[in-house]
């Protein structure tokens, strides 16, 4: 298995259906997600609803499970926009990242 290759992306890859697709309910508190698109040396965004949308495209129907701890910070509630970034990375503070 390649790095990267263990993404939500992968679910089109399973045309015989056999494997559970299982999502952090953490994780979907963010309107905006990130993943690699089955090889690590780039990142694809796509919207939460957009994921779902995707993973539902390649018969899968997603499991939603508390497998972290929530967000530190409350997720943006309907119609407030963007949702709330994590970590900025701007000027100074970046070195050793």
Same mark, same amino acid.
């Given at each position: ?8 992306? @992968? ?11 299982? %999502?952090?309910? @953490?994780?979907?508190? =963010? !309107?905006?997600?990130?993943? =690699? ?7 694809? $965004?796509?919207?939460?609803? *957009?994921?779902? @949308? ?5 018969? =899968? !129907? ?7 701890? @929530? ?7 309907? *119609?407030? *926009?963007?949702?709330? $970034?994590?970590?900025? %990375?701007?000027?100074? *503070?970046?070195?050793? %990242?």
């Amino acid at each position: 298995m390649e790095p990267g290759s263990v993404t939500p992306f @992968a679910a089109i890859n399973d045309v015989a259906g056999n494997v559970a697709i299982v %999502l952090d309910a @953490a994780m979907l508190a =963010h !309107e905006v997600l990130n993943y =690699h698109p089955l090889v690590n040396t780039m990142t694809t $965004s796509i919207s939460r609803a *957009g994921l779902m @949308a995707f993973l539902r495209a390649c018969g =899968h !129907e997603p499991r939603i499970e508390i497998a972290s701890d @929530a967000p530190s910070y409350p997720p943006p509630q309907a *119609g407030e *926009g963007k949702s709330i $970034s994590p970590l900025t %990375l701007t000027g100074e *503070g970046r070195e050793g %990242l």
